[in-house]
């Protein structure tokens, strides 16, 4: 019995002495650490998670959705969390629709707390994920942008990254209205991990819808023109515009090689960008009706003025001739137009001065930007008046030894076509509820001066012009083609085998409705603008026309 009742009494000091640590344990947690445990229990049971506000719906001049916010989420993991990495990479790959092994070298990093699996899939995928309920996975709210027309006016609309911000184009120049504010929600979750409440403490604020002076039958009109041009004649790229010359809103903006604007990733650099205002070179012989234009409103000359051309006009070290065999003639300034004679134009150019030649091209906007509410606007290459040398008015009159963009020269058209006010282009025709103004334009040529420029454009498209196979019967049309060699920056001078043809026009000639702009890039085949652009011109007008319910005249 002894025994017994020492062994029963060191069983009872022992279980006291347990009991006493545990009281002093208890008391020292609850009255010392209790704000620290509370904190930490808080942590695990109550999380602050942010809400994406949905980005603003970008829509067309009717309405129709280009681009639009879809539910998504990102796919996060804590690795240590993770019991079994290689089957947890094996299930997911096909839901994330990412390799097994790069998945699984996420999951293996043991001394990372934070890996991401996957950005922006889908909401669909992503609650499969969910219902896998797989420790240390976490599924973070997003939206994911999309754009229901594909590859319509991809460049155009622009980009957005997987932080919700606008990259490039539209979805760049609006990211504060599209974009609206995130907001907040506390979750308290039970001891198992499950919601039990949910509380947003700050409300989303959706962004706001911008709708688009872009047309879309008529974009998707310009993109199929483009394509055919892509497949005829090969060229790097080409790009065309079409405005409303009279308030300065553009139609259609598009590019080729087309790109998917739900992969931009897949398509190359060149072809994601957007030619348009961002691509730079020389115009050619489009350019002559700037020339042509500042010669009529300074009154050295009149549409009947007439000049005698030689075969071969020398400036300075340079020799200027046109590009078909011709002797020596009489031609009017008319004709120059309607003909682009190399050597009229220069002529017309000599006549000006080169100081006045100089302000005139200022006075047209080159060598800044149009104001364009696009974003990567280049404002071409134009050259100080001060650095001209003898030969630089043999060249510059007809367009070559400066540079432009092809929304450069819509917008410097336009003011031609609508009775000489230069105003800047625009895209944007609404945000939310509020229209947005058409930019305030500057008056460059007087009205007659503009109205005498129009009329001898239409002789381009008439018997004897250079795009006279792009007239279209009942339709009064006029424009101009452009073929101009590009500079080698390898060798130096002109390349042989490099040009750009282009055109620009508009309609009806005498009272212009539509403006379309035409540039093709190193063209293979064929190089003249009246042969590869302007007929590319003739189908979109042909199209516009009769759809924008303008009448023949």
Same mark, same amino acid.
């Given at each position: 019995?002894?025994?017994?009742?020492?062994?029963?009494?060191?069983?009872?000091?022992?279980?006291? !002495?347990?009991?006493?640590?545990?009281?002093?344990?208890?008391?020292?947690?609850?009255?010392?650490?209790?704000?620290?445990?509370?904190?930490?229990?808080?942590?695990?049971?109550? @999380?602050?998670?942010?809400?994406?506000?949905?980005?603003?719906?970008?829509?067309?001049?009717?309405?129709?959705?280009?681009?639009?916010?879809?539910?998504?989420?990102?796919?996060?993991?804590?690795?240590?969390?993770?019991?079994?990495?290689?089957?947890?990479?094996?299930?997911?790959?096909?839901?994330?629709?990412?390799?097994?092994?790069?998945?699984?070298?996420?999951?293996?990093?043991?001394?990372?707390?934070?890996?991401?699996?996957?950005?922006?899939?889908?909401?669909?995928?992503? &609650?499969?994920?969910?219902?896998?309920?797989?420790?240390?996975?976490?599924?973070?709210?997003?939206? /994911?942008?999309?754009?229901?027309?594909?590859?319509?006016?991809?460049?155009?609309?622009?980009?957005?990254?997987?932080?919700?911000?606008?990259?490039?184009?539209?979805?760049?120049?609006?990211?504060?209205?599209?974009?609206?504010?995130?907001?907040?929600?506390?979750?308290?979750?039970? @001891?198992?991990?499950?919601?039990?409440?949910?509380?947003?403490?700050?409300?989303?604020?959706?962004?706001?819808?911008?709708?688009?002076?872009?047309?879309?039958?008529?974009?998707?009109?310009?993109?199929?023109?483009?394509?055919?041009?892509?497949?005829?004649?090969?060229?790097?790229?080409?790009?065309?515009?079409?405005?409303?010359?009279?308030?300065?809103?553009?139609?259609?903006?598009?590019?080729?090689?087309?790109?998917?604007?739900?992969?931009?990733?897949?398509?190359? @650099?060149?072809?994601?960008?957007?030619?348009?205002?961002?691509?730079?070179?020389?115009?050619?012989?489009?350019?002559?009706?700037?020339?042509?234009?500042?010669?009529?409103?300074?009154?050295?000359?009149?549409?009947?003025?007439?000049?005698?051309?030689?075969?071969?006009? /020398?400036?300075?070290?340079?020799?200027?001739?046109?590009?078909?065999?011709?002797?020596?003639?009489?031609?009017?300034?008319?004709?120059?137009?309607?003909?682009?004679?190399?050597?009229?134009?220069?002529?017309?150019?000599?006549?000006?001065?080169?100081?006045?030649?100089?302000?005139?091209?200022?006075?047209?906007?080159?060598?800044?930007?149009?104001?364009? &509410?696009?974003?990567?606007?280049?404002?071409?290459?134009?050259?100080?008046?001060?650095?001209?040398?003898?030969?630089?008015?043999?060249?510059?009159?007809?367009?070559?030894?400066?540079?432009?963009?092809?929304?450069?020269?819509?917008?410097?058209?336009?003011?031609?076509?609508?009775?000489?006010?230069?105003?800047?282009?625009?895209?944007?025709?609404?945000? !939310?509820?509020?229209?947005?103004?058409?930019?305030? !334009?500057?008056?460059?040529?007087?009205?007659?001066?503009?109205?005498?420029?129009?009329?001898?454009?239409?002789?381009?498209?008439?018997?004897?012009?250079?795009?006279?196979?792009?007239?279209?019967?009942?339709?009064?049309?006029?424009?101009?083609?452009?073929?101009?060699?590009?500079?080698?920056?390898?060798?130096?001078?002109?390349?042989?085998?490099?040009?750009?043809?282009?055109?620009?026009?508009?309609?009806?000639?005498?009272?212009?409705?539509?403006?379309?702009?035409?540039?093709? &890039?190193?063209?293979?085949?064929?190089?003249?603008?009246?042969?590869?652009?302007?007929?590319?011109?003739?189908?979109?007008?042909?199209?516009?026309?009769?759809?924008?319910?303008?009448?023949?005249?």
């Amino acid at each position: 019995m002894p025994l017994i009742e020492r062994r029963i009494g060191l069983l009872f000091f022992a279980f006291a !002495g347990l009991l006493c640590v545990a009281l002093v344990k208890a008391s020292y947690l609850g009255a010392l650490r209790s704000h620290s445990l509370q904190r930490a229990a808080a942590t695990q049971q109550v @999380a602050e998670v942010t809400i994406p506000a949905p980005r603003g719906t970008i829509v067309d001049r009717h309405g129709v959705e280009l681009a639009v916010s879809q539910e998504a989420a990102d796919i996060a993991v804590t690795p240590y969390l993770v019991k079994d990495p290689g089957k947890l990479a094996h299930t997911l790959a096909p839901l994330l629709k990412r390799p097994e092994s790069v998945l699984l070298e996420k999951l293996v990093k043991r001394r990372s707390g934070f890996e991401y699996l996957a950005r922006q899939v889908p909401a669909a995928r992503a &609650d499969r994920v969910t219902k896998l309920r797989q420790d240390g996975i976490q599924i973070i709210p997003r939206t /994911q942008r999309a754009y229901p027309r594909g590859w319509l006016g991809s460049q155009l609309l622009g980009t957005v990254g997987t932080d919700g911000k606008g990259l490039s184009g539209v979805e760049y120049a609006r990211n504060g209205v599209l974009r609206g504010s995130d907001g907040q929600r506390r979750e308290v979750n039970d @001891a198992l991990g499950e919601p039990i409440s949910m509380r947003d403490t700050t409300p989303t604020q959706a962004g706001q819808t911008v709708q688009l002076t872009i047309d879309t039958p008529l974009q998707d009109e310009v993109e199929q023109v483009l394509a055919g041009v892509g497949k005829t004649y090969r060229p790097k790229g080409a790009t065309a515009v079409v405005m409303n010359p009279r308030n300065g809103e553009v139609l259609a903006l598009a590019n080729w090689p087309r790109v998917d604007a739900n992969d931009v990733g897949g398509a190359p @650099a060149y072809a994601r960008q957007d030619r348009a205002v961002g691509f730079t070179y020389e115009p050619g012989s489009t350019f002559k009706a700037f020339t042509v234009a500042g010669a009529l409103q300074e009154r050295a000359v009149t549409p009947h003025t007439q000049f005698q051309l030689p075969v071969n006009l /020398q400036v300075a070290d340079r020799q200027i001739h046109d590009a078909e065999p011709r002797g020596p003639e009489t031609l009017t300034v008319a004709q120059i137009l309607a003909q682009s004679s190399n050597v009229g134009a220069v002529k017309i150019g000599q006549r000006l001065g080169a100081r006045r030649f100089d302000s005139w091209v200022r006075r047209f906007g080159f060598g800044k930007t149009t104001g364009a &509410d696009l974003p990567g606007e280049e404002q071409g290459i134009v050259l100080p008046l001060k650095q001209y040398s003898g030969s630089s008015m043999g060249n510059l009159p007809i367009g070559q030894g400066q540079a432009v963009t092809p929304l450069q020269m819509a917008t410097g058209y336009s003011a031609i076509a609508n009775g000489g006010i230069l105003r800047p282009p625009h895209v944007v025709r609404a945000i !939310g509820e509020r229209t947005v103004p058409a930019p305030a !334009g500057r008056r460059v040529l007087s009205k007659p001066v503009a109205a005498s420029v129009r009329r001898m454009l239409e002789g381009v498209l008439a018997a004897g012009g250079t795009a006279s196979e792009a007239a279209i019967p009942g339709y009064s049309l006029a424009g101009k083609t452009g073929t101009a060699s590009k500079p080698d920056p390898v060798n130096g001078g002109y390349s042989n085998s490099k040009y750009v043809a282009s055109f620009v026009g508009f309609a009806p000639a005498r009272h212009p409705r539509l403006l379309v702009a035409v540039m093709v &890039d190193e063209p293979k085949g064929a190089i003249f603008g009246g042969v590869v652009a302007a007929p590319a011109f003739q189908k979109i007008i042909g199209f516009a026309l009769p759809y924008m319910g303008i009448n023949p005249r």
